[in-house]
């Protein structure tokens, strides 16, 4: 952002010298073109450091279709059938050793749920499509697709599209080559919830675009390599942040990761900045850690429905996120994927 600011404001400048009236001598000569040269190189700078916003079509809402059914013997999470937005559980998900082992069953799942959902990332490939590929996988592994009826959201998959931040419901449009995508994978498989996202590209995407992807999922291997018994849940936000901050990304504030277990969403809230949050990591204790950058402001704005964070500028964003259990030494990667 800053070098494309100093461009504008050079091609500015040459322009004011061009400018200048009734100057015909050598030395306004030698300036005119001197600016000419400016303004040329700094179009071509501007052009090259920016983000594609402005290359790009802004994203807009396609067609949503009707919320797809899950049989009658899949178990349900308490707010499947009512729709409602349940408040978070304050009770962090610290589990025994049963427990652990339904949180590993449902999050090796999402993971390979996920797997599949990007496999068909492809130009021309809708995201209702990949919407009713992981809702027939989640249920014929026997599991429910957590964001589906979750505060009535309308659909088995989050799926995120070049400025969406998160949340993104999905629909009719087709993938665009040069489009980036996050998908976002819960199940509820046996009681438990295990919650993933990556992103993918959609065809040849730009260095910017690619840079972008690569330092959020940086940053959310910076965070699990602080993580471990007794390690202050703050700590994952400084080195979140650590990372945004050194390869000048925003760093998105108000959505966190959070605990997740027999509940989709409970304590503690895992802010990826710098935060003064109480609480410590304890074993047994799961997780999510999900970062979210952005290549311009972090504003949100959010569409009609009411779920779908896009930047209020219109700039790139990018997350990654795994499910983590708390062990005697560090964590383990629930959600690890191949």
């Not at 040329?40 to 290359?55: M, N, P, Y």
């Amino acid at each position: 952002m800053v070098q494309g600011m100093a461009c504008r404001l050079a091609s500015t400048h040459g322009r004011l010298l061009a400018q200048r009236r009734g100057q015909h001598t050598g030395r306004a000569r030698t300036l005119h073109i001197v600016s000419q040269a400016r303004k040329g190189l700094s179009e071509l700078l501007s052009l090259s450091s920016k983000d594609t916003a402005d290359e790009r079509a802004p994203l807009r809402p396609g067609k949503v279709s009707p919320m797809r059914e899950v049989p009658a013997h899949i178990p349900r999470p308490p707010y499947a059938d009512s729709g409602m937005l349940p408040d978070w559980d304050r009770t962090p998900q610290i589990h025994d050793a049963a427990g652990i082992e339904k949180m590993r069953a449902a999050g090796k799942l999402a993971a390979q749920v996920l797997e599949m959902a990007g496999g068909m990332v492809a130009p021309g490939v809708t995201t209702e499509e990949i919407d009713a590929a992981v809702h027939k996988m989640t249920i014929e592994a026997g599991a429910y697709p957590s964001p589906l009826n979750y505060g009535r959201f309308p659909k088995s998959v989050c799926t995120s599209v070049n400025e969406c931040i998160c949340h993104g419901i999905p629909d009719s449009r087709a993938l665009r080559n040069g489009d980036i995508i996050n998908i976002d994978v819960t199940v509820y498989l046996d009681g438990y919830h295990g919650d993933t996202s990556r992103m993918f590209y959609v065809g040849e995407v730009s260095p910017a675009a690619r840079q972008l992807c690569e330092a959020t999922k940086e940053a959310l291997n910076a965070a699990i390599k602080v993580c471990g018994p007794g390690v202050p849940i703050k700590s994952i936000g400084a080195a979140i942040q650590a990372v945004g901050d050194r390869h000048k990304y925003g760093v998105v504030k108000v959505f966190v990761g959070h605990g997740v277990g027999k509940v989709f969403h409970a304590w503690p809230h895992v802010a990826h900045h710098r935060n003064n949050e109480p609480g410590v990591m304890q074993k047994g204790m799961t997780f999510t850690i999900e970062p979210m950058f952005t290549a311009g402001r972090t504003q949100e704005r959010y569409w009609a429905d009411e779920w779908t964070a896009v930047t209020a500028d219109g700039s790139l964003s990018a997350q990654w996120e795994h499910t983590l259990l708390v062990t005697d030494s560090g964590v383990e990667i629930l959600t690890a994927y191949e």
